[in-house]
C-alpha cells in the first residue's frame, strides 16, 4: 500500500466533492460531471491500491 498514492486519492476526492457541490450550487452542470469524474479517478487509484495490496500479499505468503 503506498500512502502517497491513497492521500493522493483522498485529495482527488476532496477536491471532486468541493467542485460537484460548486455545481450543484451555481447550476454548472459541466463543473457538476468534472467533479464526478475527479471521484470516479479517486476511486479508480484506490481500487488500484486495492489490487497492489493484494497481489503483494500472495507474494509474501508464498
Do not use: C
Not at 466533492?17 to 447550476?27: S, V
Amino acid at each position: 500500500m503506498s500512502l502517497e498514492e491513497r492521500a493522493k486519492a483522498a485529495a482527488k476526492n476532496i477536491e471532486g466533492k468541493a467542485q460537484e457541490a460548486i455545481g450543484n450550487i451555481t447550476g454548472d452542470q459541466q463543473a457538476q460531471v468534472e467533479g464526478k469524474a475527479k471521484q470516479a479517478e479517486a476511486e479508480m487509484r484506490n481500487a488500484k491500491e486495492d489490487i497492489k495490496d493484494g497481489v503483494k500479499n500472495i507474494v509474501d505468503k508464498a
